[in-house]
């Protein structure tokens, strides 16, 4: 009992019923961290300058071309999950079951990001530089998700906040554990075992305090603050990556994940290095992009003649010529009084 209650206890389940519609954890981790992310983006963004409601219509955008990217670097990079003897092709597009690959994620995203942020003519770099504590803030909640799923966790250990992973059961399906819930609470042979997704989930939220902080003290601009995000975040995952114990695929005996997140981190530092040559932070007027130009376009357009009140002319005064009558002439203008003398005492 006493190590039992030395470890952390694993949920029974990852999914509820209610009446026919399934409730998945994962799928309600990450639309909560979507949520934050957009508010915590748009406030920084209001902050800086920028336009309120700006980031809502950048992440009409950016959210669905992110979910599309996570998919697909996630197939790609484990496609033996879905392509192989005995596995249903038709399970790539079951997102809901988790597997989101946060380098597609980005990517993607980031293409969804740069075409509404040129439909609204504002810099992708300063939007990036916003949104970035609020985007590794979702992904931290996110990593909540992958506790409810019992996925993404390392080797045996005996410390004391190893992770107690429970067999589940599905009777309608075998083969779907995913869907199971778990009785008696009989731990998997290698349990307890390291919470890595634990482990990225307060990296995340330490990587954001450190951007909140650098942007503060520094003001970091053209999407430096955006690149700290990803330099930390890449720092963390590699060493945490190579914690994990669930299947992957390698090159020259390292994860891809691991060798993507070196990659990452050189490109990130050097943009970090090559942006800051490019001045102080973007001025807030260049924030509110077509926003300006329409606000600019309505003071001219109210201020215009067209909409200015008529005003009467004055007339001319008459001119007085030698041959006018008398009656017309002015008055002769009387001489000034002359002031009375006084005796000075």
Known sequence: MSAFLATIPSPDRGVWHLGPIPLRAYALCIIAGIIVAIWWGERRWVARGGTKGTVIDIAVFAVPFGLVGGRLYHVITDPELYFTEGRNPWNAFAIWDGGLGIWGAIALGAVGA????????????????????????????????????????????????????????????????????ATGHIP??????????????????????????????????????????????????????????????????????????????????????????????????????????????????????SDAPEVAEEPEPAKVTADAPASEKPAPEAPAEEPKKTDES
């Open 188 to 305: 998997l042979p290698e349990s307890p075992v390291h919470p890595t997704f634990l482990y990225e989930l307060i990296w995340n939220l330490l990587v954001a305090a450190l951007v909140v902080w650098a942007d503060r003290r520094f003001k970091l601009g053209h999407g430096r603050a955006f690149a700290l995000y990803v330099a930390g975040y890449t720092a963390g995952r590699g060493w945490i990556e190579m914690m994990r114990t669930d299947t992957a695929n390698h090159i020259l005996g390292l994860r891809v994940n691991v060798w993507t997140s070196i990659l990452l981190f050189a490109g990130a530092v050097a943009y970090f290095v090559v942006a800051a040559k490019r001045g102080p932070r973007e001025a807030p007027e260049t924030l509110a992009g077509k926003d300006a130009a329409a606000a600019a376009a309505d003071a001219s357009g109210s201020g215009s003649d």
């Open 114 to 181: 740069l075409i509404a942020c040129r439909r609204r003519g504002i810099p992708l770099p300063a939007m990036a530089d916003a949104v970035a504590p609020g985007i590794v803030v979702a992904q931290a909640i996110g990593r909540i998700g992958n506790y409810f799923n019992q996925e993404l966790y390392g080797a045996h250990t005996d410390l004391p906040w190893g992770l107690e992973v429970y067999q589940r059961f599905n009777p309608e399906d075998p083969n779907n554990l995913l869907n199971g819930v």
